[in-house]
């Protein structure tokens, strides 16, 4: 199992940034999708789900309405779209296959000006 994430960095308040996650080593069109995130001393925590068709998706309260999760089965790829982005948006950002006990790397994204 592999799964990188990617895109992250750094934003100003309001802005906007794109994460992908490259999946591999699983079927992972069969396999719903999560987005998570981590701020310094804090706990992870979820932020956007998909299902494995990617006909419903559901997000904390934090986020909805200004992030978007999708996937392409086809690239084996899912995304997380960050809109209006705040300062306590603030974290490292990892992607996981529901059911598979595997975290990639993560990757930053910092809010600020």
């Known amino acids: 199992v592999q799964l990188v994430e990617s895109g992250g960095g750094l934003a100003q308040p309001g802005g906007s940034l794109r994460l992908s996650c490259a999946a591999s080593?699983?079927?992972?069109?069969?396999?719903?999708m999560t987005w998570h995130r981590q701020a310094p001393g804090k706990e992870r925590e979820l932020v956007a789900a998909?299902?494995?068709?990617?006909?419903?998706?559901n997000y904390a309260d934090s986020v909805k309405g200004r992030f978007t999760i999708s996937r392409d089965n086809a690239k084996n790829t899912v995304y997380l779209q960050m809109n209006s982005l705040k300062p306590e948006d603030t974290a490292v950002y990892y992607c996981?296959?529901?059911?598979?006990?595997?975290w990639g790397q993560g990757t930053q994204v910092t809010v600020s000006s």
């Open positions: 080593g699983f079927a992972f069109s069969v396999y719903h």
């Open positions: 996981k296959a529901s059911g598979i006990g595997y």
């Open positions: 998909i299902t494995s068709g990617g006909g419903s998706t």
